[in-house]
């Protein structure tokens, strides 16, 4: 299996698509339970559907091996009710040419996420991918401010959508979900790549919610060009609609939290510079996405996933490009 990734919109060859652990919901409120199990059938079977379609493209698919996610977790410094399960592994790994990083999450509960995916893990590096993983945060709770809102500067942690890899160039957002030393770390591991450091007051959490470079020269996102740094001076902006649909948050080890910052119909996932794949739900009710793909002369193909705005997941959160062929 050959690990190579430069940018979000080279030929798709290969991707991690994530799954769902039935077995959490033995350890969920039991007046949650039937509503999350309707949830977590049609979810299954639409991520079965979604790999179906990437195979159908010729695209190989690696889906994670679960382990029991209801177990408690308990380490010197914290517990928790269990762990988070392996529906986005994009949150959980960030990859820049034949380097795998395993990324140190500021959810406790992400801890062990990664080692969902160690079978692909080890058949990359054996292949002769790089892989490195980042140290292991103590989330001690006796060394944190209770009253700081921000992510504890203590241990490096970031989530590797807080990056956008972009061939020499990485953006980054340095706040919502991750530290400084986490992308002071990440920088040292990456010593030739251009860090373009994005404006905090607008570019919170994870970038992909935020925009989606579609090929060189087109970028697909709710922000105003205004927004963007120098890099985008000459470029094309599709505008996508800033439409959020906040779910109830019934359990962090299933959703993801930021909707204030997360603009789901951005967070599509391009099978290369010609083709995309866009949720379903955003054939009929985004007028202006979905004519402006077309009008630059990108396919859409079009995939259910009913309940991402519950997960507060997109198609590019749930399928994680292992290896695409640079245009």
């Not at 969920?28 to 079965?48: C, G, M, S, Y």
């Not at 529906?87 to 990083?101: E, K, R, W």
């Amino acid at each position: 299996m050959r690990i190579q990734l430069n940018n979000h919109y080279g030929r798709l060859r290969s991707c991690m698509v994530g799954g769902l652990d039935d077995r959490v919901l033995d350890s969920v409120e039991p007046h949650k339970r039937k509503k999350l199990e309707h949830i977590f059938a049609k979810t299954n079977k639409q991520l079965d559907g979604l790999q179906h379609k990437l195979e159908s493209m010729d695209i190989e698919v690696f889906r994670p091996r679960c382990f029991d996610n209801s177990k408690k977790l308990v380490t010197p410094f914290f517990a928790t009710a269990g762990h988070r399960v392996p529906l986005a592994p994009s949150d959980h790994f960030f990859i820049s040419g034949n380097t795998i990083v395993e990324i140190a999450s500021w959810s406790r509960e992400s801890t062990f996420t990664g080692m969902h995916w160690r079978h692909v893990m080890r058949s990359g590096f054996q292949q002769g991918a790089n892989w490195i993983t980042m140290p292991t945060p103590l989330h001690d709770i006796t060394e944190v401010d209770r009253l700081d809102s921000d992510i504890p500067n203590i241990d490096p942690i970031i989530d590797a959508p807080s990056f956008y890899l972009h061939n020499d160039h990485v953006f980054v957002s340095t706040v919502g979900a991750g530290n400084q030393l986490g992308v002071e770390w990440m920088k040292k591991q990456f010593p030739n790549k251009t860090w373009v450091l994005m404006d905090p007051e607008k570019f919170v959490g994870h970038l992909d919610s935020h925009f989606n470079i579609l090929r060189p020269g087109l970028v697909a996102s709710h922000r105003d060009k205004s927004d963007f740094p120098e890099y985008f001076k000459d470029w094309e902006f599709i505008k996508v609609d800033s439409v959020s649909r906040p779910s109830e948050l019934l359990d962090t080890r299933l959703q993801d939290d930021d909707q204030e910052n997360t603009v789901l119909s951005v967070n599509s996932l391009s099978i290369d510079s010609e083709t995309i794949l866009v949720e379903r739900t955003y054939e009929n009710n985004y007028n202006n996405f979905i004519p402006n793909l077309k009008k630059h002369g990108i396919k859409i193909e079009y995939v259910d996933f009913e309940f991402s705005h519950f997960f507060g997941h997109g198609l590019g959160c749930i399928c994680a490009a292992l290896h695409r062929e640079d245009d």
